[in-house]
């Protein structure tokens, strides 16, 4: 079974520049979350789909941050502008609906570093 | 915020058992307890999950006590390949209350 993929690991940006995180859900998952881990702290939540439509948001910094699931498979996560206190690894996690008695699947995360 | 009391950091030695103690005083009698582990540089992994029975698999045992208050993550024989942060987590079963809240998690390092 294929794991969660992101895509870019790595990305550095100068402050109030945008970028975009992007992952690709296990086949089947219909639950996807985006984390965001800043060094040294456990993921904080900032987004969960079901399908393509949006369970909770309410972690998300709606000022700066968007996030869409077309299709309810692939997802983008985009930061516009950036500040320094972005820089974190950008994580997305997929599962089986709520009820399921499996855990989430994590991909490796996008390292993003504002300077 | 999260549900649990982890300790910060714990020490083995290879070989060992390590034992990942959790407090969850105020778990509901439908939450589950969860552990994830993350090693250095790469997303939170499965490890296994308990409602009130002792639970094991090919990774670790969990043992939660009667009152369920809290719970213990037993690694039986460490390798240096354990050495991660250890996330215990509470989770419910539905869209609210299935999310994966973490907290702080405890860094267990293996040493040889």
């Known amino acids: 079974e294929a794991g969660v993929a992101q895509s870019p690991r790595y990305k550095i940006i100068e402050k109030r520049q945008s970028v975009a995180f992007w992952c690709n859900p296990i086949s089947g998952h219909a639950t996807l979350y985006w984390y965001q881990q800043i060094l040294g702290q456990g993921p904080k939540l900032l987004i969960q789909?079901?399908?393509?439509?949006?369970?909770?948001d309410s972690q998300l910094p709606k000022d700066r941050f968007s996030a869409e699931r077309l299709k309810g498979v692939d997802s983008t996560l985009k930061i516009q502008p950036a500040k320094l206190e972005d820089s974190a690894v950008y994580l997305c996690?997929?599962?089986?609906?709520?009820?399921?008695?499996?855990?989430?699947?994590f991909g490796s995360g996008t390292r993003l570093t504002v300077v | 915020d999260a549900k649990t009391t982890q300790p910060t950091s714990m020490d083995c030695a290879e070989g060992r058992a390590a034992n990942l103690p959790c407090n969850h005083s105020?778990?509901?009698?439908?939450?589950?307890v969860y552990w994830y582990r993350q090693i250095h540089s790469q997303g939170p992994q499965y490890i296994i999950h308990?409602?009130?029975n002792n639970e094991t698999n090919e990774m670790a045992s969990l043992i939660i006590t009667e009152d369920r208050k809290s719970s213990t993550l037993i690694l039986p024989h460490a390798t240096l390949r354990d050495t991660a942060v250890y996330y215990c987590?509470?989770?419910?079963?539905?869209?609210?209350?299935?999310?994966?809240?973490f907290g702080q998690g405890t860094t267990l390092q293996v040493k040889p």
């Open positions: 987590i509470v989770r419910g079963l539905t869209s609210n209350t299935g999310k994966l809240i």
């Open positions: 789909f079901q399908n393509n439509g949006v369970v909770d």
């Open positions: 308990g409602l009130k």
């Open positions: 105020t778990i509901s009698g439908n939450e589950y």
């Open positions: 996690a997929s599962s089986l609906p709520p009820g399921a008695f499996n855990g989430y699947t």
